[in-house]
């Protein structure tokens, strides 16, 4: 055997893992844990002296400007929640389980709907259903006048149209691996139709259900480029934080702070909730047969069809509106009749470094996922101890933390020597990293768990190194799967727009930035190139997911 | 190169539960030797101990003169087949069989002289640069074998690597294993729950129930003169008949005849009977009396499930080219022994009294 | 095996040196570029940003906001500026941060009233915006039309009045310290009227001030307070939209332009407000419905002359003192405190 060279002496000795665990630590010690604590402290510390007081969160609770928008928040959240299951779960059954023509296309234009940024579809819905929208003067000539679609309404219309993919595509991936046998032995013990849906069908996929449903509600909570632009007035969380952040900064962003926490544990609640009603009932089904699908009678067909193609299309309204309205004249804020390729062309004079910036940006910051990822997975699921489990929990730990809260946190812990990061990429590429580390560890470690640890042991008992052998072996072995979920962190980067809008400067807009502002000044025209731009990107990028998932990846 | 291997007083704990208690083994150089037993006996935790994949509480393992407990995993050089083959999806078959080639180091040349001659003994040459995904199961088995043993290791270890084959090409493999074995006299240790193949192709088998060694012997040795009633329930069929003893007399159901016991002994006993050990007469011939309950047909033998009275069930076959006349259930028979073969151990089944 | 961790290596390397170059704030000594934070509408400001670009080269940056956010991310950045020019608002926020502001003589310092631009060269206003009442003609009829202030407070007008959250937009601001210095002065009786003002309001503040004109012509509000130049565009183009110019005053508040202290592209900040204030781009002010500052150009006939719009007096310096407290007053008014 080789004698090993001194930097692999030294790094067994002190162990290249407890390296990798300690610089994992150290990173998220100094971008995350630091930042946080230092919103923790501030919500605590209201008046100029520095004396410890709960007065901020008194007055959260006991003003109604402050806690109608908890209940607001929560409003939308559990109503969008609602409609999301009522509409993604009989779709998702319906095309699991009929003979509905063209799944796979049904299946990918839900998927782009999905991976596309909600603050689109809100301003598409705007452009559609506004006050001055497409459809609203259509059939005002014929004398219906549609209700105001701003505020409430129109928050659940964009949130569930642009959520229920989740659990549409949960629901759809747990029939198809759901064990036929099962409904089988109901149906021969005399109970079919609904009452099987009920008692057996559903119950089962309760689990794969109530995943989904956490991850709208938390979407929902989160989000802050919908309620900006379609909220008007009907306040919510995000949009308070943002606001209280802006009137507060210069100063310390105090109130700002308290508003941070109480939505962080808002959403730990909501996680903690599902955790405990699902606890131990996980049911694991063989799949050993999937159901047959089942041929729908002529009606049935065609009305089902109908739906489901409408419904998708819904969904894909955004995208479709955003492409087709790039393409009209616009003189101002206004439409004119005819097309035209103007809306380019503006956005290339005026915004050519966004589209570069964005690209760079989230490419950047994916290469620093895969590394911290497969790492860090492979130190938590390999490596499994106490201390591997707190750093899972704090790289876990951004799911819970809303984009603008973690804009807001970063700049007020780096916008002073000695670490001055504010108004750099940097910033903007640590935020990204941050907020899909959790998507990436959960993918990683999704990996690990199901590669054969006899692949590893094979290559050590053939004498190479435990380390080595991750390099030789694991990692790459690992690669394929921690990519596919690499990608869908760079197209949700790409679209993120809630941690951008508050960390970005002149030198550092992304196009979701350029797309926001162009609408808040009424470009609609370069708004909508815009999103087009990124839609465009979003569909490539999902091409190359599937090549390197041979078809088979989950973009959920 | 090829060592002997001993285990010594081997201890695995895992927090409070002992799951090898002071196991002793020596295996000589280039004896293929398996651990056998029902899940959960302990086999495949020892079998890692040798590896180094499980930790040793207590005890020494040593290749030859060299204690391995300290030892990490991949500096042992115990060449092991995984039940799974654990093939390396992304190389090549000639990559997987040289990869431990290549982590020692050898030069470019010796590497290809060395894989193109183990492929050939497990006849795989034209496979060479096919990808794993290519390959069949037994196809698959071979490969992980010639990986294995290309590395000239000091001990060879497999870990049940034909239960997940099927029937016939398990057979086929027991004996490509068994020969390949031979000609390398390769020191092996080979765990499996399957009795047929550890009697077929082990030097000695060690019986292993709970974590400790019930008897190491040769299969002939572990099959006619099984050391306890575990023993002799896990090997072959064995129908357990109560009986007494005193002195040399064996005494069941009113039927009293006498064997050669091993030391003096008076008490309940259990007498265990092979298939092949008693014999049925239709006729009152002194054995004792029973009724035939079930007959079963098997192909070249009648299986007889006779009832002896008192609960006792006894298995007996009879084969067809004896040209023996066939019983049907509720026959009456009389049953005799081979005093010679049959076993007798103490009522609690754990000692032999032969 | 060992290329994986080439790549592995290449990608940490290239991943790390980005981040590295990333977070260096700029240094560029000389450089062709603008980083412009403006609060104005893109229509009629991008055709005058990129003549100037095309005019000079200069490649110009822009962060678009509110006014309000603007100003506090240069308070923010005080210490590393970030911008260079500060364009749109009222002069009242820039009077806020005046300290952090470049004094700086342009090119046209005898062609504009002297009363449009701060005492100290610090900020100088690009057009005069006055704050007017707006309402929609077929929700209101002419004799229920608001006249000025006083009839904000309305109970008819509960919930129907379009306006700007002043934290966030400079002109609603603006409107703010106008209605309360015309309703009786920073004192009770005018705080008293705010209150009444804002329990009218009914909760309903707009997050920009485009929403204020927009809401009014579509009939999603029956009046609001707005800027001039919106209010006049909308009702020439036939909108659904009066303009009432209050009786008890309006503001002559300029609309200025300002180059940051720390500017990193100082030269280009001030060719930038040389060219906003130069003959070229004020006489387009007139058709943007805007009011220039330069006094050889004249007034469309649309707008009342500038003595006509009342004299409450504004005093910048003495708003720029109390903004903070004020802003605070006015919280605490929506919040309910």
Known sequence: MKEPTWLQKGLNRFGFWGFVVLAAFALALFFLVYPLIGMLSRSFLPNEGGAFSLKNYVDFFRLPYYFNTLKHSFAVSITTTVFAILLGVPMGYVVARFNIPGKKLLNAMVVISLLSPPFIGAYSWIMLLGRNGFITNLVRHIGIEIPTIYGFRGLILV???????????????????????????????????????????????????TAGAVVVFMTSLADLGTPMLIGEGYKVLPV??????????????????????????CSLSVLLLQKISIGKRSYSMSGLRPPAVKKLGKLPFVVLTILCYFIALCALAPQITTMVTSFIKTRGPLFVPGFSLESYRSVWFKLSANIARTFLYSTIAMMFMILIGMFTSYVIVRRKSSITNILDFVLMSPYVIPGSVLGIILVMAFNKPPVVLTGTAAIMIISYTIRKIPYIIRSSTGILYQLDLSSEEASINLGVSPMKTFFKITAILMLPGVLSGAILSWISTINELSSTLILYSGRTGTISVAIYTEIMKDGYGTAAALASILTFATIISLLVFNTLTKGKGSVV | MSQPLFIEEVTKRYGDFTAIDRVSISIDKGEFFTLLGPSGCGKTTLLRMIAGFNSIEAG????????????????????????????????????????GLKARGYSKAEIEKDVEEVLGLVKMSEYKDRQPSQLSGGQQQRIALARAIVIKPDVLLMDEPLSNLDAKLRIEMRSVIKKIQQNLNITTVYVTHDQEEALAMSDRIAVMNLGTVQQIGTPLQIYTRPQNSFVSNFIGISSFLSCSVAGNTVSLLGHAFDMKLARAYTGNAVLAVRPEEATLKTIENGGVAGRVQFATFLGDFINYEIELGGDCVLQVNEYLKEGLPIKKTGDKVWVTFDRKSVNLFTADGKESLV | ??????????????????????????????????????SHAADWTDPIIKEFQDRTGIKVNLVGAGTGELVSRIRAEKDNPLSDVLWGGGSDSYQVIVDLLEPYEHAHMSSVLPVTRDPGNRWHGTTIDPMVIIYNPKLVAAADAPKGWADLVNPKFKGRIAHADPARSGSAFMALIIQLLSMGGDNETGWAYMKNFVVNLDSKLLGSSSGTFKGVADGEYAVGITYEEAALKYERAGANLKVVYPIEGSSKVPSPIAIVKGAKNMENAKKFVDFILSKDVQALMGDLNRRTVRTDIQLPSIMIPNDKLGDIPYDTVWVGQNKDRIMNQWKNLIVGR
């Open chain 1, 240 to 265: 308070l934080v943002y606001e209280e952040y802006m009137s507060e900064i210069g100063g310390n962003a105090t109130m700002a702070s308290t508003l941070s926490v109480i939505i962080i544990l």
């Open chain 2, 60 to 99: 020494t393992i040593r290749f030859g003169q060299t204690v391995i407990n300290s030892i990490p995993a991949y500096k042992r050089n115990a060449g092991m087949v995984f039940q799974n083959y654990a093939i390396f999806p992304h190389l090549s078959v000639y990559d997987n069989v040289a990869y």
């Open chain 1, 159 to 209: 949130f569930t149209l642009k959520l229920f993919p989740f659990i549409y595509m949960y629901v759809q991936g747990a029939l198809q691996t759901f064990d036929s046998s099962l409904e089988e032995a109901a149906e021969n013990l005399g109970v079919h139709g609904l009452k099987k849906l009920l008692t057996v069908t559903f119950p089962l996929i309760m689990p794969t259900i």
């Open chain 3, 1 to 38: 095996m060992k290329k994986a961790m080439v790549l592995l290596t290449a990608m940490l390397l290239v991943a790390s040196i980005s981040l590295f170059s990333a977070a260096q704030p700029e240094a560029k000594p000389v450089s062709n570029e603008l980083t412009l934070y403006y």
